[in-house]
């Protein structure tokens, strides 16, 4: 892995040299180093405390773990291109799994902020703490639906399929 160096890693993508193990490599790699460069953020804007650290854990777990299962499901289909539909499916889902949430929670996060003040507070504070789990939930469903994306793209057309299979007619 290149990590300081880009130069041959760009030699071995342009010479079409570098393994799909070695390009998922770099996704895991991408995904880590985004990940601590949030930790270290957060880490500079206040302390980390013992339940941020675990919910980072679980997330990074949960980054990996979906991650290798959508490279198996490549390897056991085509196993050609996978940072391609990696990336590429990645967009659709994001906003639907990771965005289009985050902004209900947003608007759930201002009204609630209403309530608290109000009879309903006390029970409202009961249920901040599973905030963590819902977002751990969407985050593994999103890599539940790459996976099957990924399996639907790695499988190829069956009119691609038959027409690589049919005996070469003759003129």
């Known amino acids: 892995m290149h990590l300081f160096n880009p130069r041959p890693l760009a030699e071995k993508l342009r010479d079409d040299v570098l393994g799909e193990r070695d ?61 391609e539909r990696w990336l590429c499916l990645s967009v659709p889902l994001s906003f639907w799994f990771l965005l289009v949430p985050h902004a209900l929670d947003a608007a759930f996060y201002f009204y609630a902020g209403r309530l608290i003040r109000t009879p309903f507070g006390p029970a409202l504070r009961l249920l901040l703490p599973f905030f963590s789990l ?18 639907i793209a790695a499988s190829g057309s069956a009119a691609h399929e038959a027409a690589n299979f049919a005996p070469l007619a003759s003129p």
């Open 23 to 83: 390009k998922f490599h770099y996704i895991l790699a991408s995904l880590m180093l985004q990940l601590a460069g949030g930790a270290l953020g957060l880490l500079t804007a206040s302390a980390l405390s013992a339940k941020a650290v675990l919910s980072l854990g679980v997330f990074a777990l949960i980054l990996v773990l979906g991650s290798r299962a959508c490279f198996a499901t490549n390897v056991r289909g085509d196993n050609r291109r996978f940072v």
């Open 134 to 151: 819902w977002i751990w939930a969407r985050l593994a469903l999103f890599y539940v639906a790459l996976n099957h994306f990924i399996r």
